[in-house]
């Protein structure tokens, strides 16, 4: 069966660093979501993504976080300069056009020290 | 805007008793009603969802929901519970309208089940 596929599943940086996450959806699906879930807290929408441009994105979504599918397969997630609490589980989903289910990696655990 | 209230935190439960996680939401406009399992260190995996139709929904390893509009609830169960139900169990919701279908998630309960 298909799946979303997220790299790496572990990240550490420095504070003031960018990382990039990267996020494989499934193959023909239109619609793609970061999630993060801080420890021990709700997974909350960070943004959505269709047609090669941002739909939907949350406050937490700063000038800070940017998003991209720069190829036919993949789709990133980008922190130019990392803080202490950008510290947790990142998720990446997909959704067919046609159904409204999300499908979820398995997340990029981001630490920040 | 929409919310989700999942009011129990931790449910222990003994090995083939029955189960309820509770979950109420909040919203001005119509939503679909989904529930979410996270098995340790893995990542989010359908349980099932509510769209439309009967309100008695059945979903993967013997789990059902009933949607009720009226309390405005999404309250998951299982008849008899094993040791691999042990997870955490997300409760959310979207927006009907097409282009708003970001998730909104509870803030979970944590399975856990006691030989």
């Known amino acids: 069966e298909p799946e979303v596929t997220q790299t790496p599943s572990h990240q550490v940086t420095q504070m003031g660093q960018e990382v990039i996450l990267r996020c494989v959806p499934i193959s023909n699906h239109l619609y793609f979501y970061w999630y993060r879930q801080i420890l021990g807290q709700k997974v909350e929408f960070l943004v959505s993504f269709y047609n090669n441009e941002i739909s939907e994105k949350s406050e937490i979504f700063d000038d800070q976080f940017s998003v991209e599918r720069p190829d036919g397969s993949n789709f990133t997630l980008k922190i130019r300069s990392t803080k202490l609490e950008d510290s947790a589980m990142y998720f990446c989903?997909?959704?067919?056009?046609?159904?409204?289910?999300?499908?979820f990696g398995p997340g990029t655990r981001l630490t920040v020290t | 805007a929409q919310s989700v209230t999942q009011l129990d935190s931790q449910v222990p439960v003994f090995e083939e008793a029955p189960v309820e996680l509770r979950c109420n939401y909040s919203s001005s406009v119509s939503v679909y009603l989904f529930w979410y399992v996270q098995y340790p260190n893995q990542g989010l995996q359908l349980l099932l969802k509510?769209?439309?139709?009967?309100?008695l929904v059945k979903g993967i390893n013997g789990f059902e929901a009933e949607f009720n509009k009226s309390q405005t609830s999404f309250h998951l169960r299982k008849p008899s519970v094993h040791i691999s139900d042990t997870a955490e169990y997300f409760c959310a919701v979207t927006d009907t309208n097409f282009g708003n279908e970001k998730l909104t998630f509870g803030t979970g309960t944590r399975l856990t089940i006691i030989p």
């Open positions: 989903a997909s959704r067919k056009g046609s159904s409204n289910e999300q499908y």
């Open positions: 509510y769209l439309s139709g009967s309100t």
